[in-house]
């Protein structure tokens, strides 16, 4: 039996995409089936722009030089480094109508669907996360 990941990215900034792409990747090594839903801000970890520029926390602006000096890749790697290993990567289809965004706003290789698309793989799911 193949375990499942189901991961809901709902916010935006730096610290939210790493716990996001770490655990997603993490994961996937273990040969699991991971998806990701990004809804609201979670959005920006996949615009094809806004993940290159990612906010830190406000007072943790230092935490930018430990990222490099510990050799963190970049979140652009990250995202990279979940769709070769066969992440799911779905935008929520009814944020990007609120908000205006269409596909290709987003970096290549992503899947649009609504909550049932998401839920579909998540009824089974060993592990549900929200970040």
């Given amino acids: 039996m193949t375990n499942k990941v189901a991961i809901i990215a709902s916010n935006g900034g730096l610290f939210d995409a790493y716990k996001v792409f770490n655990i997603a990747t993490a994961a996937a090594a273990t040969d699991a089936q991971v998806a990701i839903f990004f809804t609201f801000e979670g959005l920006n970890l996949i615009h094809k722009d806004m993940h290159k520029q990612l ?11 430990g990222f490099k000096n510990a050799n963190v890749p970049a979140i652009e790697q990250l995202l990279e480094m979940a769709q070769e290993m066969g992440v799911r990567i779905i935008a929520c289809q009814m944020t990007m109508d609120v908000i205006g965004l269409k596909e290709e706003d987003f970096v290549p290789g992503i899947e649009v669907g609504g909550a049932a698309t998401f839920l579909d793989f998540a009824f089974d799911a060993n592990v549900t996360l929200t970040f």
């Fill in 55 to 65: 906010p830190l926390p406000a007072g943790k602006e230092q935490m930018a030089e």
